[in-house]
């Protein structure tokens, strides 16, 4: 074992020593400034050099692209400016949205990666459409997966566009504080990928291949700036908000009005580390979850939406597996459970975070977050903790290690002495090899409870190879029946799982199709507190075509096998009898699936599911379809239907999942969404509604509702509304 883990190391560090020969670009200096409306009149624009030429990415990845993109690019002592020209087969720009943050699919819009210390792992995005709709993001982890793409991040940039015939233009004037550098830097990484949806071409400055995402920062030419950029000196952001909340608790004939106060704050320190403060913090303004149909035993992780866990958050949220043992989960902090075993939200009195460089190899991340105790609901107050330090190794890879704490607060006496800590050590070695084909990561941690330090180990190793026509990958994991994080998600304890999968990719030289795959891919569970007992079985065959007209046909055949170790309700259904635990169920299923281009007025996308389940049958429709008003409103409808057929005396239930969502874009800086979700299975109709003014830069006025219905006895639960204006204030 010893010798095969040497091995697979050493293959990590082999893999990781590639290199590639990038294309470079000189960013001129001048004693000089433009006001950004986006029309590319200023003189200064002909002095200097344009970018080059662009490539496509979709649906071919070796020739240039139809539609051409000129940038140009210059700074002074405090900005960067970018002119960007965008060619077009015509003037039908599909822009769903006036919304500033859009996720770029489905849509026409350009979008720069600027990685400011050169180490393929992190970048800064800033993107704008033909209505001049702009949106920024943080990309970590190499740009390898969607999941290290967020676009919760703000910070206060100009920039503009305007539209002529066959072409529009656009002008961005992005402070140098807006981005961490190393003072006396000469050299950014920078990559720019355009959608365009008239001609249904993807374009990228830098060529990617094909089967590489067109955000990975494994591809990126050089941006040389003329003068060496200085000190940056970032100016102390304040960001104070109050909010009025009026609710009423139907369920316990209770109501309330507060007023709360609070506040953030955004200190740089140097070039590269941010300190972020955060008082009496408040997130009702936070777009809502979507709710979902959930038929395995199992907990589901939604993502992280609060401003303040956004910022540098691959510091401290990509240790381990997400999907089985994530350490750390930013979600769990201000979240609690009552005395009735329920879920609910726990004030935080405040914290802070510091993250970003320390050097040009290794990062620094620090939290701390108080949270309040709740007497009435047994809850103590808890001190959250998580310290991580990130070590560039080779091209693009990284050693890291961290530590966690959290700790009760005071002496309440609902506390037992085996809650009063829980700790979490670990260490990470994550590969990324040069040019991305090699991906990887080995983990292991330890936790610590009261009396409680033998053993509590998770360890897992993962790697995969993506080339254009042959993906490959292999996870396994180990988690102990002890292993404990209070801040992270843990699905399961005391497995030993094994992940595979295969993927062949066939590109045909003509016709519609631009490619189409053929997976295998099986997983397999034991339990080593059953003596390796074999307690989950997944083999799964998948098929994919996708489209040049960017629409996608795929089918699927699943074998299962689920042991039970204990009884189980797939169906959710209150009082009904559960199925038997220790005992195993085998079941089939076989699915298709269909999704339109979403850049259509009319788009859809859909799939069902047929099969055995446990010991009866299942039946799944699902489908989503959206209408684009271009450019005012979006509407969407999400519906899903589950019918579950079990023998008697088991359940059977027939469930719904039902989500209307509207947007309404009034202008740039006046939004409206209200999304409507329901779920028998969770016997709740919820309403969401939310109207937002953006009066000044980052700053906002909120006026958020909420209602709550139950449905199996229709009648109201909880309603809310809340107003709250957030203002942005740099000192």
């Not at 103590?380 to 607060?409: D, E, G, W, Y």
């Not at 027939?654 to 939004?671: A, D, G």
Request: hydrophobic share 40%; proline share 4%; aromatic share 14%.
């Amino acid at each position: 074992m010893t010798k095969f883990l040497s091995a697979v190391v050493l293959m990590f560090f082999v893999v990781s020593l590639h290199s590639q020969k990038t294309p470079s670009y000189t960013v001129k200096h001048f004693e000089t400034t433009i006001v950004p409306d986006g029309i590319l009149d200023e003189a200064v624009w002909e002095k200097t050099a344009l970018i080059g030429a662009f490539q496509q990415h979709f649906p071919s990845d070796s020739i240039a692209a139809q539609y051409q993109t000129e940038i140009r690019m210059f700074t002074n002592d405090k900005t960067l400016f970018v002119g960007i020209k965008v060619f077009g087969k015509g003037d039908d720009w599909v822009i769903p949205s006036l919304e500033r943050d859009f996720r770029a699919g489905g849509n026409d819009n350009i979008s720069l990666l600027f990685d400011t210390f050169n180490d393929g792992n992190n970048a800064f995005l800033f993107g704008t459409n033909p209505f001049g709709v702009r949106r920024e993001a943080l990309i970590s982890g190499g740009g390898g997966t969607p999941g290290g793409f967020t676009t919760s991040w703000d910070v206060k940039w100009r920039g503009d566009a305007k539209r002529y015939k066959g072409y529009y233009t656009a002008e961005m004037a992005i402070p140098l504080t807006s981005f961490k550098f190393a003072e006396g830097e000469t050299k950014w990484r920078f990559q720019s990928y355009r959608f365009d949806q008239q001609n249904n071409e993807n374009s990228v400055w830098h060529p990617i291949p094909q089967n590489q995402p067109i955000f990975s920062l494994a591809f990126m030419g050089d941006m040389v700036f003329e003068k060496p950029l200085g000190k940056s000196r970032t100016p102390i952001a304040l960001i104070p908000f109050i909010n009025t909340l009026a609710d009423k608790d139907f369920e316990n004939d209770a109501s309330q009005t507060n007023f709360k106060i609070g506040g953030d704050a955004k200190i740089a320190i140097g070039n590269a580390m941010n300190l972020d403060i955060t008082v009496n913090p408040d997130f009702s303004n936070v777009e809502v979850d979507n709710i979902f149909t959930n038929l395995t035993r199992f907990e589901v992780s939604l993502p992280e939406r609060r401003q303040f866990f956004v910022d540098n958050n691959d510091l401290f949220g990509n240790f381990g597996g997400r999907r089985d043992s994530n350490p750390f989960f930013s979600r769990r902090i201000g979240i609690a459970t009552d005395t009735d075993g329920n879920s609910v939200e726990n004030d935080i009195i405040g914290g802070l975070r510091l993250s970003g460089k320390l050097n040009e190899t290794l990062r620094l991340g620090f939290l701390n977050i108080q949270t309040a105790e709740d007497e009435s609901q047994e809850i103590a107050s808890n001190n959250n903790m998580m310290v991580a330090l990130q070590q560039k190794v080779f091209s693009r890879s990284n050693i890291s290690a961290f530590f966690i704490n959290r700790q009760t607060f005071g002496d309440s006496e609902f506390t037992t002495p085996e809650e009063r800590y829980n700790r979490v050590v670990g260490v990470d070695y994550n590969l990324a090899s040069a040019d991305n084909t090699w991906n990887g990561k080995f983990y292991a941690h330890k936790s610590f409870q009261p009396d409680d330090d033998e053993g509590n180990f998770s360890v897992g190793a993962n790697l995969g190879r993506n080339s254009r026509y042959w993906t490959v990958f292999a996870d396994a994991v180990w988690i102990d029946e002890d292993f404990t994080s209070d801040l992270g998600f843990i699905r399961r304890t005391d497995i030993v799982k094994v992940v595979s999968s295969v993927n062949r990719t066939f590109w045909p030289k003509k016709g519609p199709i631009n490619n189409h795959t053929l997976e295998f891919f099986p997983e397999l569970i034991w339990r080593p507190s059953l003596d390796f007992q074999k307690t989950d079985q997944t083999l799964s065959v998948f098929y994919r075509v996708n489209l040049k007209n960017l629409s996608e046909y795929r089918a699927g055949l699943t074998n299962n096998f689920i042991f039970l170790t204990n009884s189980f309700d797939p169906t959710g259904t209150e009082g009904a009898m559960e199925l038997p635990g220790n005992q195993g169920y085998y079941f089939n299923t076989a699915s298709i699936g269909y999704q339109s281009n979403r850049a259509k007025v009319f788009a859809f996308e859909g799939g069902t599911e047929v099969g055995s389940f446990f010991n009866g049958n299942r039946f799944s429709v699902n489908g989503q379809a959206t209408l684009r008003v271009q450019p005012k409103a979006l509407i969407s409808l999400d519906v899903r239907y589950d019918r579950i057929s079990l023998p008697d005396p088991f359940p059977s239930a027939n469930l719904w999942l039902i989500s209307p969502r509207f947007r309404f874009t009034f202008s740039k800086s006046v939004f409206w969404s209200t999304l409507v979700q329901y779920s028998n299975q969770r016997d709740n109709l919820g309403i969401n509604s939310r109207l937002q003014w953006r009066f000044a830069p980052l700053s906002d006025l909120f006026i958020v509702y909420n209602d709550n219905y139950a449905v199996n006895i229709f009648e109201p639960r909880f309603r809310s509304i809340n107003l709250k204006l957030t203002y942005w204030l740099n000192i």
